[in-house]
T-cell receptor
Framework: DVKVTQSSRYLVKRTGEKVFLECVQD?????MFWYRQDPGLGLRLIYF???????EKGDIPEGYSVSREKKERFSLILESASTNQTSMYLC??????????FGAGTRLSVL | TQLLEQSPQFLSIQEGENLTVYCNSS?????LQWYRQEPGEGPVLLVT?????EVKKLKRLTFQFGDARKDSSLHITAAQPGDTGLYLC?????????FGTGTSLTVIP
């Protein structure tokens, strides 16, 4: 079975802090994705990556950056956390960018 | 404006009832996926439909892809409390992958 592991289930941070969300997959998938999920807005794509050291902006990249130094790891970085970044963050991986496998999510609260 | 519109947004039914949820778009998709997300967890892929008119069954769940490949439906027969969750359709009309806003289903014992 594909396993996508997100480093934290719950995270509480202060406004202005730098926040790292880590995601690791064990199926050698080329594609990895970061989404945020908010009530009434569904899943929105922040960034995705089709290869190591490669990244593409999704629909809402502002305020975020990503890093993919190794194939299995895709990190989401909030350079200076703000309260409007309070959300559920979901990482996914896929072999063909269609059938995505998700982690359990990180619920981030920015106070 | 959402590329994939799902309806209804919320659905609450009694155990044993049947239901259908819909996923509609004005765009043509090469395939559509359906996911189920339980509270506090990430979405889990249920099925992928790839051919216009295709019907796929997964136990009590029946998925259909529209003939024009712009819409899909999910029918659940004799719903059970374990079916409770958020049902999401998703697809990629081009390079980017999109999710619908989802249908939140509650099955009451």
């Amino acid at each position: 079975d594909v396993k996508v592991t997100q480093s934290s289930r719950y995270l509480v941070k202060r406004t202005g802090e730098k926040v790292f969300l880590e995601c690791v997959q064990d199926m050698d998938h080329e594609n990895m994705f970061w989404y945020r999920q908010d009530p009434g807005l569904g899943l929105r794509l922040i960034y995705f990556s089709y290869d190591v050291k490669m990244k593409e902006k999704g629909d809402i990249p502002e305020g975020y950056s990503v890093s993919r130094e190794k194939k299995e790891r895709f990190s989401l970085i909030l350079e200076s956390a703000s309260t409007n970044q309070t959300s559920m963050y979901l990482c996914a991986s896929s072999r063909d960018h269609l059938n995505q496998y998700f982690g359990a999510g990180t619920r981030l609260s920015v106070l | 404006t959402q590329l994939l519109e799902q309806s209804p947004q919320f659905l609450s039914i009694q155990e044993g009832e049947n239901l259908t949820v819909y996923c509609n778009s004005s765009s043509v998709f090469s395939s559509l996926q359906w996911y189920r997300q339980e509270p506090g967890e990430g979405p889990v892929l249920l099925v992928t439909v790839v051919t216009g008119g295709e019907v796929k069954k997964l136990k009590r769940l029946t998925f259909q892809f529209g003939d024009a490949r712009k819409d899909s439906s999910l029918h659940i027969t004799a719903a059970q409390p374990g079916d409770t969750g958020l049902y999401l359709c998703a697809g990629a009309p081009g390079n980017q992958f999109y999710f619908g806003t989802g249908t939140s289903l509650t099955v009451i014992p």
